[in-house]
């Protein structure tokens, strides 16, 4: 039925369920335009950068990896990459090869949590994975398997699966034994087969047509997929040093929300996570992957926002065919880490999170104790843009029934940003009508 135009409508989520923090939605909607759009971020704010000033520059790493749950190692490499810069440090060799094994591990259980548990039910019908498992068992089964695999890889290499305890500045306490590690070679193996048979699976899904056009920034690497370190890009042409983020990003409070906005000074609102990643760096992949992705019919670049589950599903074979790449050239370092003192300076790094680029900055006194501390994580640089394109989304479909509006907006919210969208039924819709 075709609503008429001029009626005033306001779609409301009081809460969104499920999601790793608290938030709403609201869309109002006057004269067949959307006015407003409003992404509400009530969690109580938790007041990490606050936490770390007078902190030794030794803790960072166990401290910020209590940030996320799901991507704690995230927060540790660029807590520890950010010390060591202030500190005039760089880890390389095997040690870096263990940070970045230790990542690909988060990568593959984050981004099988979220193919598998949160967005698939979306294309398949499905309110959750309970529900899509009595039809499905196979594929839960599969997404079950690559978590569990990557969490094998974090507690070898961090010690355990959560918050990981054997990470530090400069390294790691504990530098695993060659063996430990090609004892994970035979899972990973399977891991990988169940990689490729995922980008084939959600390439099978039916994918509303709505392209984001926001600024899309990642970092990248001269010769590896970015993961670890690289420059800061853009597809509006930024080309940056990690310590040059502040001469390109700044951060803004909004009333709504408890979560800082970030945008590009001068342009405005723009997206991290994997299409933006993908969309700079798909010449990066390995070979498997990058002919994963075209059999998936993916291209150089990918802006179809509900496409990025085949994205992310690329993105597991990346890191399980790098995965075993690095297990296979290890040889245990001669230390674990490698000392770092503290100096009065600042120290910059950016890593890449499954959900998009994460910035730490940490000013230190020559005593050691931080002064100052920035933390800029994925779902804050994405709030603004979310908030754009959502308005786009609902004005291009102010026609459609309630209850056919509430689910496209569930799946757009989810392949916007996990870190919101780990959910998998959560809108109530209300439609008042003036």
């Known amino acids: 039925m075709t609503r008429p135009r001029g009626v005033t409508r306001t779609l409301m989520v009081n809460a969104l369920a499920r999601v790793e923090g608290e938030g709403g939605m609201t869309v109002k909607v006057r004269g067949g335009a959307v006015e407003q759009v409003h992404l509400r971020i009530y969690e109580p704010p938790r007041f990490f950068e606050g936490l770390l000033r007078g902190r030794a520059y030794t803790e960072p790493p166990d401290i910020t990896a209590r940030i996320c749950g799901i991507c704690p190692v995230a927060y540790q490499m660029s807590a520890c990459r950010a010390i060591e810069d202030a500190c005039g440090v760089t880890v390389g060799g095997q040690l870096a090869r263990l940070r970045r094994l230790l990542y690909c591990g988060e990568w593959m259980q984050s981004h099988a949590l979220h193919v598998y548990f949160l967005h698939a039910p979306d294309f398949l019908g499905y309110p959750g994975a309970i529900e899509m498992a009595a039809d499905h068992r196979g594929a839960v089964e599969r997404g079950l ?4 695999v990557g969490n094998e890889i974090m507690a070898a290499v ?81 080309d940056a040093a990690e310590a040059e983020w502040p001469d390109h990003f700044v951060e803004t409070q909004v009333p709504h929300s408890t979560a800082l906005h970030s945008h590009i000074i001068g342009a405005g609102p723009y997206l991290v996570g994997p299409i933006a990643r993908y969309s700079l760096n798909a010449d990066r992949l390995s070979p498997l992957a990058r002919e994963a992705a075209a059999a998936a019919g993916l291209g150089p670049t990918c802006r179809n926002l509900f496409r990025s589950i085949v994205v992310r599903a690329v993105e597991l074979v990346e890191a399980t065919d790098e995965a075993l790449r690095i297990i296979e050239g290890y040889e245990e370092p001669p230390e674990a880490a490698v000392a770092v003192s503290p100096r009065e300076a600042t120290g910059h790094a950016c890593t890449e999170a499954p959900r998009g680029l994460l910035y730490h900055r940490y000013r230190l006194g020559a005593d050691g104790l931080i002064a100052e501390a920035q933390i800029i994580p994925p779902t804050s640089q994405n709030q603004a843009e979310i908030e754009r394109e959502l308005g786009r989304f609902v004005e291009s479909r102010l026609d459609l029934p309630a209850p056919e509006l509430t689910h496209r907006c569930e799946q757009a919210i989810r392949s916007y940003d996990p870190c919101i969208s780990c959910a998998t039924h959560f809108l109530d819709l209300t439609v008042d009508r003036a």
């Open 145 to 148: 398997a690559l978590k569990k």
């Open 158 to 238: 961090g010690g355990r699966a959560i918050h990981p305890v054997n990470v530090k500045v400069g390294g790691f306490y504990r530098a695993p034994a060659p063996s430990e590690l090609r004892a994970l070679v035979p899972s990973l193996l399977r891991a990988r087969d169940a990689a490729l048979e995922t980008v084939r699976w959600v390439a099978g899904f039916d994918f509303p047509d709505f392209d984001v056009d926001g600024e899309l920034v990642a970092l990248r690497h001269p010769s590896e997929y970015p993961i670890l370190e690289g420059r800061i890009v853009s597809s509006g042409g930024i």
